[in-house]
């Protein structure tokens, strides 16, 4: 649903409504992107899962207004960086920055982004800390097919998708995805299970220490 019956009839709501309608537009594109790039990543036997906004927005959100998304983020394998990187070109999208140069200071994401305006980042690990014996399986084991109503997608399962946004958000100075994971799990199980993962997980652990320098 994208209405003006959402709100009430004042001059007031008039920017709001604009606000909302774009937010809803936008984030429509990126979910029919998102949809064309799995389709392409499957074709190439690329494991790959969305992770952060567009997990949240599709679960737990009731409209697709509600929720502004700056990016499509998306994890694959570091293995699999060069072949996921060349279907998102045959798609319009380029790199932000050269490939070359992003591997050379080991970058944790790498940002492409095509003339419409739309982005997409590219996920190897939820830090920007290199970590050593890192995989990007630990979280794509556990992923789970979404349908939406342009065609399923991969998502990372609700307590993977919360533990990658608090590894990768805890400098972030946008604070919505605090939001997701409380919409996500109003009663808060999932913040236990995410601190007794950290001692039962040595990968998180290692994150752990990398991210908060203890």
Not at 1 to 19: A, T
Not at 27 to 46: F, R, S
Not at 85 to 95: N, R, S, T, W
Request: net charge positive; glycine share 4%; charged share 20%.
């Amino acid at each position: 649903v994208c209405s003006s019956d959402l709100f009430p009839s004042h001059d007031i709501f008039q920017q709001v409504q604009g606000l909302f309608k774009r937010t809803h537009f936008h984030n429509t594109q990126q979910v029919i992107t998102a949809v064309t790039l799995t389709k392409e990543l499957n074709k190439a036997q690329i494991i790959h899962a969305y992770c952060k906004g567009l997990v949240f927005l599709l679960q737990c959100y009731d409209n697709f207004g509600s929720r502004p998304m700056a990016d499509i983020d998306v994890l694959a394998s570091e293995k699999d960086v060069d072949a996921t990187a060349e279907v998102l070109q045959k798609l319009g999208f380029m790199p932000s920055r050269p490939l070359w140069e992003s591997r050379l200071v080991k970058k944790h994401s790498l940002g492409f982004n095509n003339a419409k305006n739309l982005s997409i980042d590219l996920h190897t690990r939820p830090c920007a800390s290199p970590l050593k014996g890192f995989e990007a399986d630990y979280f794509l084991n556990h992923t789970h097919r979404f349908e939406t109503k342009f065609g399923p997608l991969p998502l990372l399962e609700t307590q993977k998708a919360i533990q990658f946004s608090y590894f990768n958000n805890l400098y972030t100075r946008e604070n919505h995805w605090l939001l997701d994971l409380h919409l996500a799990d109003p009663q808060q199980t999932s913040l236990n299970a995410f601190l007794k993962s950290l001692d039962k997980y040595p990968i998180l652990k290692n994150i752990l220490i990398i991210v908060t320098g203890k």
